[in-house]
Structures are given as C-alpha cells and as structure tokens.
C-alpha cells in the first residue's frame, strides 16, 4: 500500500537547522509531486511547498523562500524538508502530503504520520 | 486572492445534516479538496474534486461547488465526525497551494 514514512521528533535551540526526512513506498516515487505541510501547535495547516522527484524541480510559498530547502533521494524514495534560523514560531508538525492529480484536479493523499519540531532554548 | 475562507467552528445534532463552507476567488477556477483531522492524527482526504470519495470514506460525506464556493456536506452525521476540516486548493496562479483556516466540527 501506498506509504509515506517520516522522521521521527526533533528539538532545536533557535538559529539552528532541522532536517526533516519523508520515505515513500507502495508507489513509483518519480510519478507524483510531494507537498510539505506544517501545523502549529492549535493552528491550521499551512503550505509550505512543492518538489517534483522527477527532476527535483521546487516551488515555495513566500513565506518559506530563502529559509526552507526541499530535496530528493530518488535511491532511496525520500524527500527531506530543511529549515534554518529555526525560531520558536517554527514549532510545529510537519507533514509530507504526495499530490495525486487528474488533470487539473489535483489532492493530497496519503499523508505522512507528521514530524513534531520543537524550537525551544 | 490567495485565500480560503472557512467558518472556525459548526456544530450539528447527532444524525442531522451539516454543511461546512470554504470561500475564495481560486475556487472558480479549481476544485476544493476536503480533509478531515482527529486531534493528535494526519489529515484524511475525504472529498476531491467535483464530489469524489476515497475508498473507505462513507457516503454520508459529500461536496458541491458554486462560483467561489466550496462545501462539504455531511448527511446523517455520526459521533466519529466530530473533527477538524481543511479544505484545499491550488491559488489562483495555479502554481502554489492554499489552506483554509479550517472548521471546527460539533455533533452534539
């Protein structure tokens, strides 16, 4: 079955970098673009970005540009999200999403257990 | 735009019907996708596209567009939907994604 498998909880001090990590399997890996989605701790879900593990090819949200790196392992099926100059506002879950598309209708699903980054001194 | 508009919370009397909304200039040109969160869980899709279920999810659940409207509708709604629910689209450059603020959802 189609799976997505990531890294397990991380704490930071702020200024530092976390490197999140999400295995894929059950599917061809280089067939489907992978979303990254963060939550804030009683908040909403917020887009951060796209990969494309064909070429590698990445889009952010604003927000995210300059601060968030997406990049893929096509040896080993996994997409890895890094964040740097965490601050304690970068505490959240974060989710790795495959897109499924037909079209122009396009969805996330599955989803990825969720990562829980604490920045924290 | 750029946004999704949700209401924050909707409640509903065990076994009646509940319409959650989600509001945004995008939504004339691409489908809403609806996602359901239980606390401390992933999201789940429920609905994608014109009104489409993933298998497993019940036919209780459905969705409907209108100009810049997207709604979830949940017909006979059981203690187990009691949740949070995200709808989702591409925004209106096609090229990024966008979240509502999601809807807090009730049965009472």
């Known amino acids: 079955q189609v799976q997505l498998v990531q890294s397990g909880a991380e704490v930071k001090k702020p200024g530092a970098s976390v490197k999140v990590s999400c295995k894929a399997s059950?599917?061809?890996?280089?067939?489907?673009?992978m979303h990254w989605v963060r939550q804030a701790p009683g908040q909403g879900l917020e887009w951060m970005g796209i990969?494309?593990?064909?070429?590698?090819?990445?889009s952010y949200a604003q927000k995210f540009q300059g601060r968030v790196t997406m990049t893929r392992d096509t040896s080993t099926s996994t997409v890895h999200m890094e964040v740097s100059s965490l601050r304690s506002e970068d505490t959240a879950v974060y989710y790795c999403?495959?897109?499924?598309?037909?079209?122009?209708?396009?969805?996330?699903?599955?989803w990825g257990q969720g990562t829980l980054v604490t920045v924290s001194s | 735009s750029s946004e999704l508009t949700q209401d924050p919370a909707v409640s509903v009397a065990l076994g009646q019907t509940v319409r959650i909304t989600c509001q945004g200039d995008?939504?004339?040109?691409?489908?809403a996708s609806w996602y359901q969160q239980k606390p401390g869980q992933a999201p789940v899709l429920v609905i994608y596209?014109?009104?489409n279920r993933p298998s497993g999810i019940p036919d209780r659940f459905s969705g409907s567009n209108s100009g810049n409207t997207a709604s979830l509708t949940i017909t006979g709604a059981q203690a187990e939907d009691e949740a949070d629910y995200y709808c989702?689209?591409?925004?209106?450059?096609?090229?990024?994604?966008?979240f509502g603020g999601g809807t807090k959802l009730t049965v009472l």
């Open positions: 999403a495959r897109e499924v598309a037909a079209g122009t209708v396009a969805w996330f699903d599955p």
């Open positions: 059950g599917y061809t890996f280089t067939s489907y673009y």
């Open positions: 990969i494309n593990p064909s070429d590698g090819s990445i």
């Open positions: 995008s939504l004339r040109s691409y489908y």
């Open positions: 596209g014109k009104n």
């Open positions: 989702d689209s591409r925004d209106s450059s096609g090229n990024l994604w966008v």
